[in-house]
């Protein structure tokens, strides 16, 4: 008769202990991997929760033109610009290269913290600043120039803050969707999607 000690393990029992630590480990990574996964999208879909939402749609390379168009070749010296919901910064950035002080309000983390690098690469940082910023909460009278791509379910409310906090001699460009109320001074069209309005505030 075989003798059977109690104190060893079967190895099939071995392989099953194995498998249950190689699942816990492949269960957690796959939790860590899901919960990282979610603090990068978060700040890229928590706009969808908000009673206006501004997606990130970057702009063209007619869009930055048309903007860089309507804007003066020699800027006074400390003129300021804003763009509202600044994205990947590319209308800060440029705007700084042609001599403006530039500044972007954006609500997301990621876009504000890409912006910030891509300012430092493209030599501009001196000249341009990105705020995390509710742009409802964010104060404009101290801006010459306020460049939007808004939504059109928007316009009307961002009309009504331009009209409270703006000083006089300040330049609205709004892209994509027009102010509803207002008159533009002038128009630059190149299509629905790189249209370009201009608003100046008396």
């Known amino acids: 008769?075989?003798?059977?000690?109690?104190?060893?393990?079967?190895?099939?029992?071995?392989?099953?202990?194995k498998m249950s630590l190689t699942g816990k480990v492949l269960i957690g990574a796959s939790g860590l991997v899901a919960v990282g996964i979610?603090?990068?999208?978060?700040?890229?879909?928590?706009?969808?929760?908000?009673?206006?939402?501004?997606?990130?749609?970057?702009?063209?390379?007619?869009?930055?033109?048309?903007?860089?168009?309507?804007?003066?070749?020699?800027?006074?010296?400390?003129?300021r610009l804003l763009d509202i919901g600044s994205g990947d910064g590319r209308i800060v950035i440029q705007t700084a290269k042609n001599g403006y002080k530039s500044d972007g309000v954006e609500l997301n983390y990621w876009l504000v913290l890409y912006s910030r690098l891509a300012s430092l690469?493209?030599?501009?940082?001196?000249?341009?600043?990105?705020?995390?910023?509710?742009?409802?909460?964010?104060?404009?009278?101290?801006?010459?120039?306020?460049?939007?791509?808004?939504?059109?379910?928007m316009m009307i409310k961002l009309e009504d803050k331009f009209d409270k906090e703006l000083k006089k001699g300040s330049t609205v460009?709004?892209?994509?969707?027009?102010?509803?109320?207002?008159?533009?001074?002038?128009?630059?069209?190149?299509?629905?999607?790189?249209?370009?309005?201009?608003y100046e505030y008396k």
């Open 121 to 153: 690469r493209s030599g501009t940082s001196s000249n341009t600043k990105f705020f995390r910023k509710d742009l409802w909460k964010y104060p404009l009278d101290s801006y010459n120039y306020c460049v939007i791509f808004g939504v059109e379910e």
């Open 1 to 17: 008769m075989e003798n059977f000690d109690e104190n060893k393990t079967a190895p099939n029992q071995n392989n099953n202990k």
């Open 173 to 198: 460009i709004a892209c994509r969707f027009p102010l509803p109320n207002k008159s533009p001074t002038r128009v630059l069209s190149d299509g629905d999607v790189d249209s370009v309005w201009i």
């Open 38 to 79: 979610s603090v990068v999208c978060f700040p890229f879909i928590s706009p969808a929760f908000r009673r206006f939402t501004l997606p990130f749609i970057p702009a063209t390379d007619k869009q930055l033109q048309n903007i860089l168009a309507v804007l003066p070749k020699n800027p006074v010296k400390n003129n």
